[in-house]
């Protein structure tokens, strides 16, 4: 023991060097080297932009209010549908079912039900969006039912989640799991729609 | 002749473990459930158990009309593939259709044209009619129509044919295609 302390700390230059080895973490810390990275501020994605979200490209391009769309399927409560109007495009070579937690509303925003979408459809002609096909882009309103449509503003602020490809433990076969954020989309509202949206009875 | 019991023994010891080597070399050897894939023909017959199945081919359009009249747009083509089946035993209706274009994106028949679904048929009673499907432009060309008789999210190797079909990207239909209905067929007809 005497001997290897004597061989570490026999002289004024080591003993130095073992100092300085020391009072390195106190350095480090005083340059704010252990101090916590801030969080990268999300990615503001102007509306329309292409963004990956996994299984699909999108573009999110604005909202609607309408209580003149799908009339008959408005729940219970209430006051009209907001429709966020988005352009899908699966990239792989399977088709795949809408996947609804990729673009989430703001918290802010009062909906009914879970807070995924009630009913996909297509804009192009108002039909029930079944599944996306792959290559095949398609505009597709995803309809909230919100309780007080008067209440929402002129501008709608919605998270992009991406999703991951993994095995499905239960079905054995790969399935998509909702990733980190991606960014944020405001977009802007554009009540005017195209005439094949609009209920006749109204 | 009478063997000594020892040689008797010894003989079928032998023949034993040849017919136990025997098995195991056959069990390696042929698979499971025999064939699965059914190799079809444009405009002959192909047996695809439990299925008998003629294609007489396909076509491409950009709007579709549906039994209700509506026509029905895309941002693709519409693909109808025209065919004849009949079942090899008790009737049925086969569970899934399927296009595969050459880069490998697959597209299932669609649900989106209302009375476009596979139709039932019966032991030798053979109806025609058409299958539609939704593909995006680019994936015209050479096409594989792919019949899963039985589906296929069993677990088990089921069988299915597999066909090439070619649709002209330069021949899509301008006009609405008024979809087939499934048409009963006279003996011998196809």
Not at chain 1, 28 to 38: D, Q, S, Y
Not at chain 2, 13 to 29: D, F, I
Not at chain 2, 110 to 137: M, Y
Not at chain 2, 148 to 154: L, S
């Amino acid at each position: 023991m005497r001997g290897v302390l004597a061989t570490l700390a026999g002289t004024w230059p080591r003993r130095l060097a073992i100092a300085a080895l020391a009072l390195l973490p106190v350095v480090v810390a005083m340059v704010g080297g252990f101090a916590t990275v801030p969080p990268a501020p999300p990615r503001q994605v102007p509306p329309g932009e292409l963004v990956q979200l996994g299984p699909y490209d999108a573009r999110v391009e604005s909202f609607f209010v309408s209580d003149r769309v799908r009339v008959s399927s408005l729940p219970e409560g209430a006051d009209a549908w907001l429709g966020v109007v988005v352009e899908l495009t699966v990239t792989g070579t399977a088709e795949e079912y809408y996947l609804p937690t990729t673009i989430q509303l703001p918290p802010s925003q009062q909906v009914l039900g879970s807070g995924a979408p009630d009913t996909e459809i297509l804009v192009r002609d108002g039909s029930m969006l079944f599944r996306l096909l792959p290559g095949l882009p398609e505009r597709v309103a995803l309809l909230y039912a919100v309780p007080d449509g008067e209440a929402v503003g002129d501008e709608l602020t919605l998270a992009l989640h991406s999703m991951y490809s993994d095995e499905s433990f239960l079905f054995e076969e790969p399935s998509w799991y909702e990733d980190e954020a991606v960014g944020t989309v405001t977009v802007p509202r554009d009540d005017f729609l195209p005439a094949v949206l609009i209920d006749e009875e109204t | 002749m009478r063997l000594a019991p020892r040689l008797r023994m010894a003989v079928l010891t032998v023949v034993v473990v040849a017919a136990g080597v025997g098995v195991n070399q056959a069990n390696e050897r042929l698979p499971p459930y025999g064939e699965t894939s059914v190799a079809m023909e444009l405009g002959r017959d192909a047996v695809v158990p439990p299925f008998q199945i003629l294609v007489h081919g396909a076509r491409g359009a950009e709007h579709v009309q549906d039994i209700t009249g509506e026509p029905l747009t895309s941002s693709g083509v519409w693909v109808l593939v025209e065919l004849s089946y009949a079942t090899l035993d008790r009737s049925g209706t086969p569970q899934e259709f399927e296009l595969r274009d050459s880069s490998g994106r697959r597209f299932r028949s669609s649900e989106r044209v209302a009375g476009a679904n596979p139709w039932e048929a019966g032991a030798d009673i053979w109806l025609r009619g058409e299958i539609v499907f939704e593909v995006p432009r680019d994936a015209l060309g050479e096409l594989t129509l792919v019949v899963w008789p039985q589906g296929r999210d069993q677990g088990l190797p089921n069988r299915y044919g597999q066909l090439l079909l070619w649709v002209d990207p330069l021949a899509v239909e301008e006009e609405l295609a008024v979809l087939a209905q499934p048409v009963l067929l006279d003996a011998g007809e196809r």
